[in-house]
Nanobody, 127 residues
Framework: QVQLVESGGGLVQAGGSLRLSCAASGRTLSRYTMGWFRQAPGKEREFVAG????????VYTDSVKGRFTIARDNGKTTLYLQMNSLQPEDTALYYC????????????????????WGQGTQVTVSS
């Protein structure tokens, strides 16, 4: 079983930047597509970004394209989300997640394709 721990959230002014990290223990992440999701108060959880196990393909939800970048390190035990030009509508609890199926080039946008989740890190953007 893999444990995922997010960090890097905080309070930032609109236009600012944050970098989220997701550290894994218990099992290597190198075989799995990884994703970032977020949930704002009173809203459904939504897909933000995902990256394949090779790191060769990444996808983003439309609202963050050009502002957010997902990456994974060479050892593939840590996942990142660089967030630039943050806006108040980006305020949410951000989660990283591991896809249940290894060695795929698919990046699901539905949460039920992911079987391990972190506890979340809060991102708050003030206007």
């Amino acid at each position: 079983q893999v444990q995922l721990v997010e960090s890097g959230g905080g309070l930032v002014q609109a236009g600012g930047s944050l970098r989220l990290s997701c550290a894994a223990s218990g099992r290597t992440l190198s075989r799995y597509t990884m994703g970032w999701f977020r949930q704002a108060p009173g809203k459904e959880r939504e897909f933000v970004a995902g990256i394949t196990w090779t790191g060769g393909l990444a996808v983003y939800t439309d609202s963050v394209k050009g502002r957010f970048t997902i990456a994974r390190d060479n050892g593939k035990t840590t996942l990142y989300l660089q967030m630039n030009s943050l806006q108040p509508e980006d305020t949410a609890l951000y989660y990283c997640a591991k896809m249940s199926t290894p060695f795929t080039t698919v990046i699901p946008t539905k949460g039920n394709a992911y079987d391990s989740w972190g506890q979340g890190t809060q991102v708050t953007v003030s206007s």
